[in-house]
């Protein structure tokens, strides 16, 4: 009886081992930015977003501020500063962009929501510590729907929020609760009634018809919800193979619809279709063109490029 664990591992390594990330057609154009704090330079870039002009908005998290650049990374505009005042951060992790062209940008440890023009002028913010409604813990991920509605991953309280364009409080939904991740290893029902629950929750994304889809990094996961917090459906598991997660990071969606998820300690990109099929992946561990080290942010432009954030490696990378 004391071997079957053993045997167990044993059998799920080689599950692993022979089930790798595999490559696409997928092709690397272009990386951009290395470390340093001045303008093109990055410390810690956590997320992505293109805006109606195509220009990149970049969190350059641990330099505290936002960056705009072109689409062939040339640096535009600095967004903010290290600093508590209005239009100041202290680690910005996400940026989204309103139908409008505004920027809704997240600050993790000031625990706010910060509102911009495109252009860098600061209109409004909301948010404190606390468990409250419009309440934050860490807010490390914004999505905006086709209405201009704010939805909010709060991090540390294991839940999403959903705002007006102002800041008012609509609604939430989530709450805690982990999966087994020696079930989600070996395939055994590793997550039955777990929907709509979390365990640190990373970004969010608004898909087409506006659905909602919500990485749940810690339970290696992605779940899609209704704009009212409805459970639609998952997808996921901890592992190393295609379908699978070892933190689930960014989401993004091509012209197509297909999902692409960002697997910040597999150090890939894996692309899906709506209902969770995996496709493809690309990217692997390293410092070489096309690979990573830790990517979290994602986004894709309407001639179809895809940018991620290489957080470590200090870079946008740019494929097609």
Request: glycine share 12%.
């Amino acid at each position: 009886m004391e071997s079957r664990p053993i045997l167990l591992l044993f059998i799920f390594l080689l599950l692993e081992i022979g089930s790798l990330a595999f490559a696409g057609e997928v092709q690397w154009i272009a990386s951009f930015g290395h470390p340093g704090k001045e303008p093109g330079e990055l410390n810690g870039p956590y997320d992505v977003a293109v805006g109606q002009d195509g220009a990149l908005y970049i969190t350059d998290a641990n330099n505290h501020r936002v960056q705009k650049w072109d689409r062939e990374g040339k640096p535009l505009l600095v967004i903010g500063n290290e600093g508590q005042g209005e239009g100041e951060f202290e680690k910005p992790t996400s940026v989204a962009i309103a139908p409008d062209g505004s920027l809704y940008i997240s600050d993790y440890f000031l625990d706010r929501i910060a509102k911009f023009t495109p252009y860098g002028k600061f209109l409004l913010q909301w948010g404190k510590n606390g468990k409250g409604e419009g309440e934050f813990d860490s807010p490390s991920g914004i999505a905006i729907d086709s209405k201009g509605n704010v939805y909010v991953i709060d991090t540390y309280n294991h839940r999403v929020q959903k705002f007006t364009s102002d800041g008012t409080f609509l609604l939430q939904w989530g709450g805690q609760e982990k999966v087994n991740n020696i079930r989600s290893a070996l395939n055994f029902f590793w997550d039955e009634g777990l929907e709509g629950k979390f365990y640190f929750p990373a970004k969010i994304a608004a898909g087409p018809n506006d659905e909602i889809y919500v990485s749940d990094s810690y339970n290696n996961r992605v779940q899609v919800f209704s704009p009212d917090g409805t459970f639609l459906r998952k997808w996921g598991g901890m592992g190393l193979w295609g379908g699978r997660f070892r933190v689930s990071s960014d989401i993004a969606f091509d012209p197509n619809g297909n999902v692409y998820v960002a697997d910040f300690y597999n150090h890939r990109v894996e692309k899906f279709d709506p209902q969770g099929k995996s496709l493809e992946q690309f990217g692997s561990k390293g410092e070489k063109q096309g690979e990573f080290n830790g990517p979290t942010g994602l986004a894709i432009d309407a001639d179809g490029f895809i940018y991620v954030t290489d957080f470590h490696n200090a870079r946008i990378q740019k494929f097609r």
